[in-house]
Nanobody
Framework: QEQVVESGGGLVQSGGSLRLSCVAS????????MGWYRQAPGKERKIVGV????????WYVDSVKGRFTISRDNAKNTVYLQMDSLKPDDTAVYYC??????????????WGQGTQVTVSS
């Protein structure tokens, strides 16, 4: 049974940094497109960024471009989300998604349980 588990969330001041990790298990994820999403209180879950199976290609939503970086280590079945220059608007539960399908919008095969990120002003 595949499982996706996020970690690394927490409370940080505006302008600070956090790195989230997503560890996948139960199957080989090295051929999967992986993604990060977030859901702010009272709002819909929205995509943050995507990384190709090889890690050579990434895409980010405009609001995080230049501040967030997605990377992966296929040997460890792990995907990372480095978040720099954090803003209060980045406060949300962050979710890792595995096996994103092609198309718009992409549809993940599985989700993690989420990790809370809170940015104080």
């Amino acid at each position: 049974q595949e499982q996706v588990v996020e970690s690394g969330g927490g409370l940080v001041q505006s302008g600070g940094s956090l790195r989230l990790s997503c560890v996948a298990s139960g199957r080989t994820f090295s051929s999967d497109t992986m993604g990060w999403y977030r859901q702010a209180p009272g709002k819909e879950r929205k995509i943050v960024g995507v990384i190709s199976w090889s890690g050579d290609s990434t895409w980010y939503v405009d609001s995080v471009k230049g501040r967030f970086t997605i990377s992966r280590d296929n040997a460890k079945n792990t995907v990372y989300l480095q978040m720099d220059s954090l803003k209060p608007d980045d406060t949300a539960v962050y979710y890792c998604a595995a096996g994103l399908s092609a198309g718009n919008p992409p549809r993940p095969r599985s989700w993690g349980q989420g990790t809370q990120v809170t940015v104080s002003s």
